[in-house]
């Protein structure tokens, strides 16, 4: 299911060639806002370089994870929501209800937050 840059909405916000609020990026990682926030903070962190989803990493992304959870304790100190509290969440699949198939963490925080998630 890999799509080239063209195909690629994520690709292409990495690209500039698609709107986004970009809040923090590095070489490797990017972090936007979500267009259709479901909670006060809602910014999806993301790689730069496609890979379709969690079930597709592997050792070789070691380092880049490493540095996309840096970015994400960063964002969420930014978004002042780091006290209050925080979630991050990668849907894998259709089925759990990933859309875009370019591997992105939604992290949440500014409201509380049920368990399990629906
Ligand atoms: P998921 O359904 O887990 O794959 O998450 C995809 C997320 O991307 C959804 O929450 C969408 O609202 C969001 N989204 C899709 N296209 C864009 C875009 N162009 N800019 C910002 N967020 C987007």
């Given at each position: 299911m890999t799509e080239g840059l063209s195909g690629c909405v994520f690709c292409r916000i990495v690209a500039?060639?698609?709107p986004a609020e970009i809040v923090h990026e590095t070489d490797?990682?990017?972090a936007f806002r979500d267009r259709n926030p479901r909670a006060p903070v809602?910014?999806?962190v993301a790689p730069k370089d496609h890979v379709d989803?969690?079930?597709e990493?592997?050792?070789e992304h070691g380092d880049m994870l490493a540095e996309l959870f840096v970015v994400a304790a960063h964002v969420a100190r930014a978004e002042r929501v780091a006290e209050s509290g925080w979630r991050m969440v990668t849907n894998t699949g259709p089925g759990a209800g990933q859309s875009v198939?370019?591997?992105h963490f939604h992290l949440m925080g500014g409201r509380s937050m049920g368990?399990?998630?629906g």
């Open positions: 500039g060639e698609a490797r990682i990017i809602h910014v999806l989803s969690a079930a990493i592997g050792p198939f370019h591997l368990w399990p998630p």
